[in-house]
């Protein structure tokens, strides 16, 4: 016997809290594999429900305007989660220099300009 299909949670922003039955349908889903480390969770153990595709990196389209949706999720564990997360920001870190560059969008130089050729530091004169 089936039971009823249910349909797909989709948060009305990308803040708005996933709600426990989300969860636990997202934990059944993936028959409680965290999809970081490849292992089933044991009972008792701390974990997440944990976006697939950061929402940082989400890419919005017509039909999902964020990733904040129940095919988005699955079962992270707790102590692998923040590994995920900084590999997240790093790819959005990476993509975003990438597409400044192609764009021309020049980064701010910081301290003091290179000396010229022949600068002496201690006599403070260019030598020649």
């Keep these: 016997m089936t ?3 249910v349909p797909e949670w ?3 922003t990308a803040d708005t809290p996933i709600p426990d039955r989300v969860k636990l349908r997202v934990f059944e889903k993936h028959k409680g594999m965290c999809h970081i480390a490849g292992r089933k969770i044991q009972a008792g153990e701390p974990w997440d429900a944990e976006h697939v595709i950061a929402l ?3 890419l ?3 039909d999902a ?3 904040n949706r129940e095919s988005n999720l699955a079962p992270a564990l707790r102590s692998k989660h923040p590994e ?3 590999a997240d920001v790093a ?3 990476m993509i975003h220099r990438k597409r400044s560059k192609h ?3 020049a980064k701010a130089k910081r301290g003091f300009p290179k000396p010229p050729p022949g600068y002496n530091a201690w006599t403070r004169r260019i030598e020649t």
Excluded: Q
């Design 3 to 5: 039971g009823r299909s």
């Design 84 to 86: 995920k997360t900084a």
């Design 65 to 67: 305007p964020h990733g």
């Design 10 to 12: 989709i948060g009305k």
């Design 103 to 105: 764009l021309g969008v």
């Design 56 to 58: 940082c990196n989400w």
């Design 60 to 62: 919005p389209s017509d």
């Design 91 to 93: 790819e959005k870190s």
